[in-house]
């Protein structure tokens, strides 16, 4: 059963001399580069200036109540406030807070890397911490590589991705995201990806059915070993949802047959399970029990510490730690960071499985799902909606401007109308230019669901109304 997180703390006076909202606005907007910021008119920007936050919901600096329905960033799990975990970083925090991963083992990094290792599919056995989803991603390239030059086959380096597809802001983990407009003004090693084209059934061509749209995206893939040739391609690296893209749901099948092709070219999969990982689903991983497969390689960051800490972790098969052995006597892995492995990052990992655990988390998410699901759909009766889809506790309206859809100014025009009413109503959501993207934190029940969902209806009717006007 749920239980309730702990209700929020009595906040402390303020004391004279600690500056005031309006003052730190001012410094965050002078001094703080945001992620994703519009560089030209960032310095006048006032983003909303965060102050607490309790179970689903989040409060503002004057006060103001918001459902939080991006869950973080994907990742807030087991919700906000939560007494357990913060008692248990504090301790290990004075227990011992940092060791060296180049040098030293520890105890929750050792008992996490277990857990997951039991959680994870087939022989994924090995664990190489990291500081998030980027390095996660980065650190899976660089196995495949490793890999192949012990192998002996050093072209074998060509990555498969999908536009779309989202990976992380590092160099390698840059490089092989699809989102062309996070990439417009950025360096990235063009040499070593070959994206395949868009997987959304929504885009498919129009009499086209959903089959036969997978079929057509199975067939790009084997087009791009063709050309590029087996020889040359080591992995292929494919979220199970495209998350950041817009929550695009491949058609039923395109995973395990496109799994199965890459295992008949000796191709390695990796299954990005940074979103998907962690319950999202209503499962530890997705890869097997949602979508059939059993990957060489699963990333997952995000709600593997419900985003209370940084922490990462790249999960390997025996087979490829098998490869990457040298026959001829040991070679180092020069790979890992500062913060691998940290103590009090893995221990907050801990207590969050065990939470998941003892309140039935994966088992509430998939009870849950078919009501969250149905609301979602519901809200395509609104004409400017074009599309509404998802899966487990994840969401997306997909808006369809009036006029001149295809008009990127357009899509953004009507975004922001949609993201500007919800908030305002009391739901914050994720803006994604014509899209707001939802995954709230799977301790939501089906009352917040409703509340959720009908703070949307309302905004949509908003927007409609405003744009008929």
């Known amino acids: 059963m749920l239980k309730s997180t702990t209700a ?22 002078q001094h703080q580069l945001h992620p ?3 560089i030209g008119d960032w310095r006048g920007y006032d983003n909303m200036m965060m102050d607490s936050a309790d179970g689903i919901y989040l409060w503002d600096s004057t006060g103001k109540r918001y459902i939080d329905g991006p869950g973080g960033m994907w990742c807030v799990q087991i919700g906000y406030g939560r007494r357990e975990m913060a008692d248990a970083i504090a301790a290990q925090v004075m227990k011992l807070p940092y060791s060296s991963p180049f040098s030293y083992a520890t105890e929750p990094s050792a008992v996490l890397a277990k857990k997951l290792a039991e959680m994870a599919p087939g022989d994924l056995n090995t664990v190489l911490f990291t500081t998030g989803g980027s390095t996660a ?17 050093p072209d074998k380096k060509i990555i498969l991705a999908r536009e779309k597809g989202y990976h992380g802001s590092t160099y390698l983990a840059h490089s ?3 989102k062309e407009r996070d990439k417009s003004q950025f360096d990235f090693e063009s040499r070593l990806v070959h994206f395949l ?11 086209m059915s959903v089959a036969a749209w997978c079929d057509a995206k199975v067939a790009d893939l084997e087009q791009a070993i063709s050309e590029v040739g087996p020889d040359k391609i080591g992995a292929f690296i494919a979220e199970p949802i495209l998350s950041s893209g817009g929550v695009i749901v491949p058609p039923e099948g395109y995973h395990k047959r496109t799994f199965d092709i890459c295992k008949a070219h000796d191709i390695l999969y990796i299954s990005d399970e940074v979103v998907t990982g962690f319950g999202r689903l209503g499962h530890w ?11 060489d390689i699963i990333t997952c960051a995000k709600g593997l510490t419900s985003g209370y800490l940084p922490l990462g972790a790249c999960i390997i098969s025996d087979r490829v730690m098998a490869q990457m052995a040298d026959p001829e006597g040991a070679v180092a892995f020069t790979n890992g960071y500062t913060y691998s492995a940290h103590p009090v990052s893995c221990v907050a990992a801990l207590k969050n499985i065990e939470i998941f655990e003892n309140e039935g988390l994966l088992e509430h998410v998939r009870a849950i799902t078919p009501h969250f699901q149905k609301r979602l759909h519901d809200l395509a009766r609104f004409p400017i909606v074009g599309d509404t889809r998802g899966m487990g506790l994840l969401g997306c309206i997909e808006g369809r401007p009036e006029e001149n859809g295809s008009n ?13 009413a919800c908030e305002e109503m009391g739901l914050l959501v994720r803006p994604m230019i014509n899209m707001a993207v939802i995954s709230p934190p799977l301790i939501i029940t089906i009352k917040q669901i409703d509340e959720m969902f009908d703070i949307l209806e309302r905004a949509l009717e908003k927007v409609t109304a405003e744009l008929a006007a």
């Open 8 to 29: 929020l703390a009595t906040k402390a006076p303020v004391l004279s001399n600690e500056p005031g909202v309006e003052t730190l606005v001012e410094w965050d907007r």
């Open 36 to 38: 994703w910021a519009a």
């Open 137 to 153: 991603v980065d650190s899976a390239l660089r196995v495949m590589q490793f890999m192949n030059n012990r192998q002996g086959r």
């Open 176 to 178: 092989v995201t699809g």
């Open 197 to 207: 084209p868009d997987v959304n059934p929504y885009r498919r061509p129009k009499g």
């Open 285 to 295: 991983f997705s890869s097997l029990d949602v979508f059939g497969i059993e990957p």
């Open 408 to 420: 990127l100014e357009a899509q953004r025009a009507l975004g922001t109308l949609l993201d500007e």
